[in-house]
């Protein structure tokens, strides 16, 4: 039988995309069950495959790996980054349910929400800076999730602000 870190870690991040699968499966009954629709889940869903697609190239491109704390990261942000989506779809929908037409609701929520958004997204990357220039060890370890909590906040804040209410109009127009 082979043994060593290489085959722990090979068993940590297979293990680490099981959970992340089982995350995103419950996730999606819980907005499903929230947002009263089978729809509206997959709109805030298709941001994680969209930023994570950016977090490997972002990795790819800084010469960087894929291991284990990449892979917190990767939950980790796509937890944040899905909490803005969610509530700028719950947004939208508690506007049209006061009467508000398709174009005001998006608009009226994407005023609404654009504070908050950015707010989350800026104080989480300015939280993970200094993990890219520390010199010790534990900052060396915690580099990778630090590369992609800050490029997934940055690309994911766009997708939210944008793309997500786009999505949104199209499904619904």
């Known amino acids: 039988m082979l043994r060593g870190s290489y085959f722990e870690n090979k068993q940590l991040i297979k293990e680490m995309f099981f959970i992340l699968l089982i995350a995103i499966v419950l996730l999606y009954f819980i907005l499903a069950a929230q947002f009263e629709s089978l729809v509206q889940p997959l709109l805030v869903l298709i941001e994680i495959p969209i930023d994570l697609t950016a977090v490997l190239v972002v990795l790819y491109l800084g010469g960087s790996s894929i291991n284990l704390m990449s892979m917190i990261g990767m939950v980790v942000m796509s937890g944040i980054i899905i909490n803005d989506s969610i509530l700028k779809i719950d947004t939208i929908n508690r506007l049209r349910h006061e009467g508000y037409g398709l174009d005001d609701a ?52 766009f997708i939210s602000l944008f793309l997500i209410p786009i999505l949104y109009r199209q499904l619904y127009k």
């Open 106 to 157: 998006i608009h009226e929520a994407g005023l609404r929400r654009i504070k908050p958004i950015v707010m989350t997204s800026l104080t989480t990357i300015l939280a993970m800076i200094p993990f890219l220039f520390g010199g010790s060890l534990g900052t060396i370890l915690q580099k990778p999730l630090a590369i992609v909590i800050i490029a997934g906040m940055i690309y994911g804040t």
